[in-house]
């Protein structure tokens, strides 16, 4: 039986084979960063390399991913899909980079802008649930470590979304909104809590995440994005309630439909990416306990 680093091994090397490109699908782009940003995690807690993967060659993946994103996000195209590539941007130029470098966050700064200020440019038009959630991902990563921001227009714009959303959820849930957009608004809640500390929602953020929880459990199928975003909820902890049978069971329904994907999909990469970070999570517990045992 191979063990769990021969089987990350195994499927990183493969995906760092991938060169992406302006002509990917956004899926396929943010399931690269997933995969770079879990390995470097791992890596950079200390994990032995193998086989040439360090932080080095996760940086040197993860500046190659930001340049096509950033060019990507530059083109013509839908308004949710540039944002949620300027929000992985930023996760990368953070999760994956040795050093800060001064030139990446002026063009991450300058690209943010130019998206964000477009979803609000035409108010007139209807850009859709996805861009309404994901220019939300965006203002948290713009407003991150910010202070006195309360009167900026976008941050109000922020809090008023995320308070509307406390206020129209109920027992049974938020009327008319399906369980990928519930996730969609549980996520940026959460982050809204941890990320800029305000913990008012609380309670609401856990209440929705057991609730839609359980709806997704219940439901005799479920599309490969909603599986994939309740198990980073589940696994993400922060203000969350640690839920580790949900992570579990979210990660054995990826796994497989990962074996009937084929081979060269975007959907299959995406659920590879998956893997990949169940993988690291599973060896960074490790690495966890062992240091504990150390210290008793």
């Known amino acids: 039986m191979h063990t769990e680093t021969e089987i990350l091994r195994t499927l990183f090397t493969a995906a760092s084979q991938i060169r992406p490109a302006t002509s990917d699908s956004t899926q396929k782009l943010l399931s690269l960063s997933r995969i770079y940003l879990s390995v470097s995690e791992l890596v950079q807690t200390g ?3 193998w086989d040439g993967v360090s ?6 993946l993860g500046d190659g991913l930001f340049k096509v994103m950033l060019q990507k996000a530059g083109k013509k195209g839908p308004v949710a899909e540039k944002l949620l590539l300027v929000s992985s941007m ?4 953070n999760g994956t980079e040795l050093y800060p470098d001064s030139t990446k966050r002026g063009q991450w700064d300058r690209i943010a802008a130019k998206a964000i200020d477009d979803y609000f440019q035409d ?15 965006c203002l948290l990563d713009w407003f991150y470590f910010s202070e006195d921001a309360e009167d900026d227009p976008w941050m109000k714009h922020l809090k008023t979304t995320i308070g ?5 959820f109920t027992a049974e849930g938020w009327k008319d909104t399906d369980i990928e957009t519930a996730l969609d608004r549980i996520e940026i809640m959460n982050r809204n809590s941890y990320m800029l500390l305000d913990s008012t929602y609380d309670s609401t953020i856990r209440e929705a995440f057991r609730l839609y929880s359980k709806k997704a459990d219940t439901a005799p ?17 922060d203000f969350l309630p640690e839920e580790e049978e949900t992570t579990r069971r979210m990660a054995a329904r990826l796994q497989n439909q990962e074996s009937v994907d084929s081979e060269d999909s975007d959907s299959r990469l995406y659920t590879v990416s998956f893997r990949i970070a169940v993988l690291c999570q599973e060896l960074l517990r490790k690495i ?5 045992t150390a210290i008793a």
């Open 123 to 137: 108010r007139s038009g209807d850009h859709g649930t996805d861009a309404d959630t994901a220019v939300c991902l």
């Open 164 to 168: 509307s959303w406390n206020r129209s």
């Open 90 to 93: 930023y996760d990368l130029m």
């Open 221 to 237: 199928t479920l599309p490969c994005s909603i599986i994939g975003k309740l198990y980073s909820l589940a696994a993400g902890g």
């Open 47 to 49: 994990y032995p390399a």
């Open 288 to 292: 966890q306990e062992d240091a504990i």
């Open 55 to 60: 932080a080095g060659l996760c940086s040197e």
